[in-house]
């Protein structure tokens, strides 16, 4: 039971530290999009937006790849977790000048990275 909390919150936290790690890489991309109090430019934005979902899917699959089985339910644990926190996270920042667009995209890649991680990761164990 520690194991399966650790793994799911863990690679959760993973995907937090990347995504706030990917900051300095799109500012240096975009200089001057992601300037504090400054909304990006829609092609900053889907830089972001791009970069988020490979990262949810390295997380989703590191996820899947060292949780004990049933590894679908540690995924979807992951899943819910990274879409409540998503919606608490969009709820403040809706009415802030950025596009909706965003927030919403961000909220629907993730169960669709989630679900491409775990059939790799599937797929993996599997062909062994």
Partial sequence: MLKSIAV???TYVLSIVLVLCS???LS???PGDFARGRVP???ALLASTALFV???ILCAWLCARFSPPPKAKHVVAFLILGELLGIVSTIPNWST???H???LAWLVSWPFSCLL????????VTAS
């Fill in 23 to 25: 900051d300095p890489l």
């Fill in 101 to 103: 667009w965003y927030w």
């Fill in 41 to 43: 430019s829609d092609t």
């Fill in 97 to 99: 000048g950025w596009p």
């Fill in 54 to 56: 490979v990262i949810s």
């Fill in 8 to 10: 799911v919150v863990g």
């Fill in 28 to 30: 240096a991309v975009f």
């Fill in 117 to 124: 991680a775990y059939r790799l990761a599937m797929r993996n």
